[in-house]
């Protein structure tokens, strides 16, 4: 009777402890969930930041960015001056002077960070959000393709887009932020037809690639059916991918890119004479810009805003645009690697 007894306690005993081990263990935090929640929203908010400063702050800096005017540079005689060192010296400091600032990246961020041309994060973002709403309000509307909308709601507002950019490339000023989203018609009226046509090819460009995705057949398989192709049938799917790549890639250098520039331009030729610019600015676009106080209209025009960016400037923004895409792709590579070390060690 009292070995039955003992057998029944120890056994309600081991039940027992073995109900509290699975109760605590339900009740402890989920460490693995926790730590790759956390590692991706620091992911998140690093490839913001690097969208945002080196995605569009740097860009277009490089696009109203003019080659110093080595004129002004004027040589100081030294006791020296003939010495090998000295002309050295010279030269260097003549070469330094002579790029612009947007051709470093470390110097732009620097430049950024002393000048105060990392501001505005805000003022973008509102203006993008109502970008979108707008853009949303119109494809609701029945009967009015998407498209319209991707067009009319940039050109509503085109004014915040512009004073977004002028906050950019402009000194600290003490200006309030909510200041640069007020809206002047008289603005509006210059930026509108610009700002219409520049969202008409940057949609084309985006769009034109989905189409053509679409109709070589992608999205409209399902991983089963994709599974059990032949390899000649891949092949050919792999070919159309590349093809569509490097339609992407072609109108993104050759309309969306351009497009960005001439608007940038026209922007920043709108900008007021009171405000002094953080790096090398000619205001009258090689004279092609006319002050209204002189009877000109105060903006450059479309054409004239491309063919004053010359070719060294377009190649240097392509260059930044590759430099970014780079810094995309080591932030992508590291982010992988350190999930799957997390997940190698959790």
């Known amino acids: 009777m009292s070995a039955s007894l003992v057998g029944i306690l120890a056994r309600r005993g081991i039940e027992l402890h073995n109900a509290r081990k699975e109760h605590a263990g339900s009740n402890q935090f989920p460490i693995k969930p926790a730590v790759l929640v ?90 993008q959000t109502l970008i979108g709403w707008t853009a949303a309000f119109f494809s609701a509307l029945p009967y009015v393709p998407t498209g319209v909308g991707l067009v009319l709601a940039p050109v509503i507002w085109a004014q915040p887009l512009a004073s977004w950019t002028h906050l950019i490339i402009s000194e600290r000023n003490p200006k309030p932020w909510y200041r640069y989203l007020a809206l002047s018609m008289k603005t509006w009226r210059k930026l509108a037809v610009p700002t219409a046509v520049v969202a008409l ?22 991983p089963q059916e994709i599974a059990k192709l032949s390899t000649q049938e891949r092949n050919i799917m792999i070919g159309k991918g590349a093809g569509i790549f490097s339609l992407a890639m072609a109108l993104t250098i050759v309309l969306a890119i351009p497009a960005s520039v001439v608007l940038t331009r026209v922007q920043a030729s709108l900008l007021p004479e009171s405000e002094e610019t953080i790096v090398p600015f000619d205001r009258t676009f090689k004279g092609k810009v006319v002050p209204e106080t002189v009877g000109g209209s105060g903006v ?3 054409l004239d805003a491309w063919t004053t960016f010359d070719w060294s400037d377009r190649i240097r923004l392509v260059k930044t645009y590759v430099k970014v895409f780079l810094i995309y792709l080591a932030l992508i590579g590291l982010f992988i690697v350190v999930i799957y070390l997390e997940l190698v060690m959790l």
């Open 38 to 127: 956390v590692t991706t929203v620091v992911f998140f908010a690093a490839f913001i930041w690097i969208q945002y400063i080196f995605g569009r702050v740097i860009p277009t800096l490089a696009m109203i960015e003019s080659r110093p005017d080595l004129s002004s540079y004027e040589h100081l005689p030294t006791e020296d001056q003939d010495t090998d060192a000295t002309v050295e010296k010279d030269q260097e400091l003549e070469s330094v002077k002579s790029k612009p600032i947007t051709t470093s990246l470390q110097l732009t961020l620097k430049l950024l960070k002393s000048r105060g041309g990392r501001r505005g994060f805000r003022i973008l973002l509102i203006t």
């Open 201 to 222: 090819i940057e949609n084309a460009s985006i769009l034109l690639p989905i189409y053509a995705a679409y109709a070589a057949g992608f999205g409209q398989k399902r």
């Open 300 to 302: 450059i025009g479309m």
